[in-house]
């Protein structure tokens, strides 16, 4: 009986040990590989913190630090309260068409990020057609890129808060009430803390989405500087990827800080299902399920609009002065030389990312939170595994770039071709989907490993047999996040991609660089309805998988 | 036993067989085709006459572009110095090809017909490692369906931007981000002088609404009309008009900076053959021509610019420049101007 164990607790160690040995490889060694740049100069040579001290006497360093820090907080403020109600709505309330909006809330994520910033510029730009609504005001600076953000990492808060707020113990509630708990009191001490844990990710996830992303500030930020940009000026500007190190290591402040506070968190969030669990199920209730049912339509409506307008841009002849309808635009050619190769080869790519993604995740996350010992070991994987949230996509890409490609590497072979592109990307969006699987997984009581141990029956067969079918939904939303995010991902993988494995996201932003914006919107039109489509499979499956695996959640 | 085998590892290997056989017919085909890796920052249209003018010219070697804008294709080669992985250059800002030659990244080369070539589109010291195809020059795009909205004066020179009616209404490249942008206030310094210069781009900066990070924005800004004036260059600003916005396109007369697209062939490549038929087939007239289709003014001395709607002053107005001499400032102009200008924010 000791040895069947034992094994197990060896092999659970190798597998943690595998899963960390690919976290270094993937992110450790190429983002070592460029920050040791930079206290290095142009020609190689040591030079300590001479790099750090001139950028710190930087005289537009505070100005784009103070600018990165309100504009996140600021669009983090806005978005977390929107989407804690929006997900408040659908998983805890009776109100009509939930599934409709569930799948509108999901809209903006299908979409690169180009596209809201040219739904803005058409909306409320000079010549848009509603910038009276401005009042004066211009949308290029901090009003288009907070207005942008708010759109493009709605989902992304959405989706943790959702995911959090589905799982909830009816008789916590139960008993609440019949201690004479009213609504409020009840949603304060057993909601809210229930929820904490999710709250503090998104809150975190959306800080640092904004915090690092570069594609919106570059396009309609004006001339407002943000850290992200700025890592733009010196590695694309200047090729200056040494103070480009600088500026990206400045960035990582906020992930480590988020590592902390979610520690800290997590410490104190128990197991809401535990093995006796009794699934919540809303009551109506008419005056909260209509002002929720107001509130959800406001915010659907909003995000179809932004979209809306991107499709009709995709279709006029040339805005402003010949807004005519054509379909001239979806060939791409006319724009792109790889046309739809470069669509194929996303297709291709996400389809990777997404399968390949969702395995490793998902048994690093399952190591990290059901297995035993080894805390130092789980620790670091857990580390590892949120820093690429705060890493800027244009930091990965020229990491590994200087790590793949150095002579010496032994896996030099994967430049240049698909598969690069593929652990690039699932390193990438390794955070999100890992606080994803970890939240589904901390949700379910250790009381079944117990058990199970108790009963002989090893962890594998106890992870296969109840912990994934448990978690096949939050595995299927991993598979589903991974793959539109790799359909429109562009700061990384622009530096990475080969003649033959060019992507339709890069593709976006060569022909909005090269003015056929409309080109573009197609292009975003048409990765948002290959996108749709995935999600309507996603949501076919998962209810199916509700179907098979979830009925015990019903009483 | 053995039956269950012989049925499982049929298919396999019949499987087997076909992937070997197609592999020894791309080997085949690979011997007969040279493939070379060509970095560019071409516009994408041009891409495809490119490559197909070359290969029909040379039927042994194929083209396998990785195309990008000028500073992402530049900080990719340059960030793969250690290994390099393209086989040769061609059309990328001669200002990113000086960088490579000066880290000695390129391999020393004179293409047929090199001497032919205009004396500004050769490379003037030993080793001779890059040629010029053809030039562009900063320009201004001047939306007049704007201007006429808001009563905007017409625009010949420079100083004519200073003008307070112009308020807000001026989109420039930020030149710590984009070429152009630096090619533009590295000639405001050399026409105006160094004083000079900088006191011009302090009462420009009243005026100037955003600084983009592209060369090519601040021009198709003005042509979808989010500003009246847009700092860009040439050939974009062409291309927008032939695309039907209503942009004058403005080349000041105190004059105005260029920048030229080169080819060089890259140290170290194992496709040196092959680079090299690019590189002779880069500098030749046929490729002249089909430059002339973009471009107006050309290495060529025997190609004639026909690119359509190309303001025709333009190549009398250039100003001399000793590119590596722009090159050389370059920190320090950047570090002044970010100083001065970048960070602050937008006048009201």
């Known amino acids: ?555 | 036993m053995i039956d269950i085998f012989k049925r499982g590892l049929r298919p396999l290997a019949v499987a087997a067989t076909a992937v070997a056989a197609l592999f020894a017919a791309q080997a085949a085909d690979a011997q007969q085709r040279t493939r070379i890796t060509v970095y560019t920052a071409l516009e994408n249209d041009q891409l495809a006459p490119y490559k197909e003018a070359f290969e029909r010219a040379h039927p042994d070697v194929e083209i396998a572009w990785v195309r990008d804008s000028t500073g992402t294709i530049t900080a990719r080669f340059l960030a793969e110095r250690e290994n390099p992985r393209a086989d040769a250059i061609w059309g990328l800002a001669l200002t990113s090809i000086l960088m490579f030659e000066q880290q000695n990244l390129l391999a020393e080369y004179s293409p047929q017909g090199f001497a032919a070539l205009k004396p500004s589109f050769r490379d003037a010291a030993a080793p001779i490692t890059w040629h010029g195809m053809d030039a562009f020059a900063a320009a201004i795009c001047y939306n007049s369906a704007v201007a006429r909205q808001r009563n905007l004066p017409p625009i010949r020179t420079w100083a004519d931007l200073l003008n307070p009616a112009f308020r807000g209404q001026i989109v420039m490249p930020n030149p710590a981000s984009s070429g152009t942008g630096y090619l533009t206030v590295s000639a405001w310094l050399s026409i105006m002088g160094e004083a000079g210069g900088w006191d011009y781009m302090s009462k420009l900066h009243d005026n100037v609404a955003v600084y983009t990070h592209s060369g090519s924005a601040p021009c198709v800004q003005a042509a979808r009309g989010e500003a009246a004036v847009g700092i860009s260059f040439d050939m974009r600003a062409a291309r927008e008009k032939t695309q039907g916005a209503p942009v004058d396109i403005v080349v000041p007369t105190d004059g105005v900076g260029w920048e030229m697209e080169a080819s060089a062939i890259v140290r170290g490549t194992r496709n040196m053959a092959a680079a090299q038929k690019l590189m002779d087939f880069s500098a030749s007239l046929a490729a002249n021509q089909l430059y002339a289709r973009y471009y107006n003014i050309l290495a060529h001395p025997g190609a004639t610019g026909a690119a359509q709607n190309y303001p025709a002053e333009t190549e009398a107005r250039l100003i001399r420049a000793d590119f590596a001499a722009i090159a050389a400032m370059r920190e320090r102009v950047l570090a002044e101007w970010t100083r001065r200008f970048d960070g602050k924010s937008a006048p009201r």
């Open chain 1, 1 to 555: 009986m000791f040895k069947r164990f034992d094994t197990d607790a060896i092999f659970q160690r190798l597998a943690l040990l595998a899963v960390a040995a690919f976290l270094i490889v993937v992110l450790a060694l190429p983002l070592g590989t460029l920050f040791e740049k930079s206290f290095r100069d142009r020609d190689g040579v040591w030079v300590g913190l001479a790099n750090w001290v001139r950028y710190l006497e930087t005289p537009s360093l505070v100005g784009s630090l103070w600018n990165t820090i309100w504009v996140s907080a600021l669009a983090t403020a806005i978005v977390v309260p929107l989407a804690f109600v929006y997900a408040y709505a659908l998983t805890r309330t009776t109100m009509r068409w939930r599934g409709l909006f569930r799948a509108v809330g999901l809209v903006p994520i299908l979409a690169p990020s180009l596209l809201p910033a040219i739904s803005l510029i058409y909306l409320f730009g000079n010549q848009g057609f509603a910038r009276w609504m401005l009042m004066g005001e211009t949308v290029y600076g901090p009003i288009g890129i907070v207005i942008a953000q708010v759109f493009y990492c709605f989902p992304h808060a959405f989706l943790i808060l959702a995911t959090a707020l589905s799982i909830a113990d009816k008789r916590h509630y139960e008993a609440a009430s019949v201690l004479g708990a009213g609504q409020t009191r009840i949603f304060l001490t057993v909601t809210l803390p229930g929820v904490k844990y999710g709250l503090v990710s998104a809150f975190f996830v959306v800080f640092t989405l904004v915090a690092t992303d570069f594609g919106i500030p570059k396009v309609i930020g004006g001339r407002f500087n943000v850290l992200a940009t700025d890592i733009y000026k010196q590695v694309v500007g200047q090729q200056n990827f040494e103070m480009g190190a600088v500026v990206g290591m400045v960035l990582l402040l906020p992930a480590m800080l988020a590592f902390a506070v979610d520690r800290w968190v997590a410490k104190r969030q128990v197991a809401l299902l535990t093995a006796r669990a009794v699934p919540y199920e809303p009551k109506p209730n008419a005056i909260r399920d209509r002002a929720l049912f107001a509130f959800c339509a406001l915010i659907a409506a909003c995000i179809l609009t932004l979209l809306g307008v991107a499709v009709w841009a995709s279709f006029i002849q040339y805005w402003p002065w010949n807004t005519a309808l054509t379909l001239r635009h979806y060939v791409f050619s006319n724009a792109d030389a790889s046309g739809w190769e470069a669509y194929w080869n996303s297709l291709q790519m996400s389809a990777l990312v997404a399968t390949f993604g969702t395995a490793a995740i998902g048994v690093g996350a399952w190591l990290v939170e059901k297995t035993k010992g080894a805390g130092i070991l789980r620790g670091a994987v857990h580390l590892l595994a949120m820093i690429p949230l705060a890493v800027p996509g244009l930091v990965l890409g020229i990491a590994y770039i200087f790590f793949f490609n150095a002579p010496s590497n032994p896996l030099g072979f994967v430049y240049g071709t698909m598969a690069i592109l593929v652990l690039n990307t699932i390193a990438h969006f390794y955070t999100v989907a890992h606080l994803t699987s970890l939240q589904a997984l901390k949700q379910m009581d250790p009381e079944f490993e117990s058990v199970s141990a108790s009963l002989k029956v090893s962890v594998w067969r106890t992870a296969w047999r109840v912990t994934l079918p448990v978690a096949s939904p939050a595995a299927l939303d991993v598979w589903f996040y991974m793959f539109v995010n790799s359909m429109t991902t562009v700061s990384a993988v622009v530096f990475l991609y080969g003649p033959f494995t060019k992507l339709a996201s890069v593709s976006i932003v060569n022909m909005d660089e090269a003015g056929f914006t409309a080109s573009a919107a197609a292009m975003g039109v048409v990765v948002v309805l290959t996108s749709g489509f995935a999600k309507i499979l996603h949501s076919l499956l998962a209810a199916y998988l509700a179907k098979r695996t979830q009925a015990w959640r019903a009483r």
